[in-house]
């Protein structure tokens, strides 16, 4: 071989990279049974349709085992051969804990939707669509480069459009599909402006590789680097239902199957908040001046609109426990914003607080929902007074419910939820920012008043209900099985987590980038 050849040959054996097929496990498992489930679905009869179900719990329970390999450490895969450095794909301690997160709530969403797949809404579509946002979910977290996340955000969101309309034939389904999806696209053209505009100031797409050239692109640019930080810090604040692009939550989740409109609660809300963190902390970190400020105004508005919103929910609405959970949930995301704007600050170590509190809401808040959804099978208008005697019905559902919603509030025996919160709390004092500490303190108080009012209602008299045809009751529904193991599971996590609060919350001090 003449040295011409023998050097093209290594040239081109350069550029011939090898996959890390156990970083990638995670999410390619979860697209695998994806489509696993879209072929099944099509040679399955009408009467085998529910083994799909099973299916699909099974794939996300193996997608979790595939996580084991990767708690410590970090690995990298789809790398540029001129700068090993710069990857496209990297599992660390953050995405880790964001894939687990995502595939566990994926998991606790298919075990409650299991009754409704076989009742109300068609098996194959949704177990295919739920599948494929949640690989897209836990692709998002390890996503180290602009056009991948982008990829992974639109991989997990599209799927749950049709996911919120797919009760066929249902005006408020067909209508929080529509808000949703119309909200979403926006966010997504405001973010590829500012991918353009961070592109062109840049020249380059990996997060690392970003983060050096902005802090010494040149001033002819500076104005366009800084508009597209801020453009993309926009469509991820609609990802992230921060107010003022929080207007499509309460009616969504509404529309949405319940077991959906928990999944957006949990998975939507991680996916956009780590999401958030990666721009920021690693990508932009020399324009901290610009997104540290904002975040911190967004999330003091985020917070009180929430908390506000949530005071006014009328207890005889119909779906207002829906509703009081929806606007509880712009309320929360306001309190994870609050370590990310406090990373501007101080450093990125902050933004593990967000990572600690979104474990802590993760499961309090799946278990607040699953509860919901066992009192939607008999009362399907699931109005906050349709919880009244809930003791007397159903003792451990409303333990459960109780104990969920004062984790929410940060009140004991709910301990995880308090030190979430005094974790949050204290990244904003340690960074400077004791205006928004005072926000937040506030905000808590006041959250405190619809959290026990609701806990207060499980515990009243039946005979005291309002409205007389409470006195004659029907038979009550029988609890599917799953249904039972997912409130099980998220109570047993709860009380596990707040007797040991460190399994969550040690998170919130290591370096997680």
């Not at 794939?59 to 090993?84: I, K, M, Y």
């Not at 239902?241 to 939507?268: E, I, K, N, R």
């Not at 809930?390 to 419910?401: G, Q, S, V």
């Not at 249904?483 to 596990?496: P, S």
Request: charged share 10%.
């Amino acid at each position: 071989m003449t040295p011409d050849v023998t050097t093209a040959a290594a040239g081109t054996a350069s550029l011939v990279q090898s996959v890390d097929w156990v970083a990638i496990a995670p999410p390619l498992i979860a697209a695998a049974v994806a489509l696993v489930v879209l072929l099944a679905d099509l040679f399955l009869p009408p009467s085998r349709k529910p083994l799909l179900g099973w299916i699909t719990i099974a794939g996300l329970v193996v997608a979790l085992a595939s996580l084991a390999p990767l708690r410590t450490g970090s690995r990298s895969t789809f790398c540029l051969t001129a700068n090993p450095d710069a990857c496209s794909y990297t599992v660390d301690q953050f995405a880790f804990v964001i894939q687990a997160l995502v595939l566990g709530g994926a998991l606790l969403t298919a075990l409650l939707s299991v009754r409704d797949t076989k009742e109300r809404l068609p098996a194959g579509e949704f177990w295919f669509l739920l599948l494929s946002s949640a690989a897209g979910a836990a692709l998002l977290p390890a996503a180290r480069d602009l056009a991948t996340l982008v990829v992974a955000l639109e991989v997990a969101s599209l799927p749950a459009f049709a996911l919120v309309g797919l009760k066929r034939g249902d005006r408020l389904s067909s209508e929080a599909a529509l808000k949703f999806f119309l909200s979403s696209v926006t966010a997504t053209a405001v973010m590829l402006l500012g991918v353009s505009f961070v592109y062109a100031a840049t020249g380059t797409l990996h997060l690392t590789e970003i983060a050096t050239k902005l802090a010494t692109v040149p001033g002819q640019l500076d104005t366009v680097a800084k508009t597209g930080v801020v453009l993309t810090l926009v469509g991820f604040a609609f990802k992230t239902a921060a107010a003022p692009f929080h207007f499509w939550v309460p009616d969504t989740y509404v529309g949405a199957p319940l077991p959906v409109a928990a999944y957006l609660s949990v998975v939507g809300k991680a996916v956009g908040f780590s999401g958030l963190i990666l721009v920021t902390v690693v990508a932009f970190p020399s324009y901290a001046d610009v997104w540290g400020p904002a975040l911190a105004v967004l999330a003091a508005l985020t917070m009180t609109v929430g908390n506000a919103a949530a005071l006014r929910q009328s207890a005889t609405r119909a779906h207002s426990a829906v509703r009081l959970l929806a606007w509880s949930s712009v309320g929360q995301a306001g309190y994870l914003l609050v370590p990310i704007a406090a990373a501007a600050y101080s450093s990125g170590d902050q933004v593990g607080a967000t990572v600690a509190y979104a474990l802590m809401y993760a499961v309090v808040n799946l278990g607040a929902f699953a509860v919901a959804a066992l009192v939607a099978r008999g009362k399907p208008l699931n109005r906050l007074t349709d919880y009244r005697g809930l003791y007397a019905e159903r003792p451990l559902a409303a333990l459960a419910l109780a104990f969920f919603l004062l984790c929410l509030a940060g009140l004991p025996p709910g301990i995880i939820g308090l030190f979430a919160k005094v974790t949050v709390f204290s990244a904003a004092v340690n960074a400077g920012l004791g205006w928004l500490a005072v926000v937040m303190a506030i905000n808590v108080v006041v959250a405190l008043y619809y959290y026990l009012r609701w806990t207060a209602i499980l515990f009243r008299s039946p005979e005291a209900a309002d409205e007389p045809s409470e006195a004659v009751r029907p038979a009550r529904p029988r609890v599917p099985a799953t249904l039972t193991v997912a409130i099980a599971l998220t109570a047993f996590v709860g009380v596990v987590l707040s007797g040991a609060p460190q399994l969550a919350l040690h998170f919130a001090s290591v370096t997680l980038f």
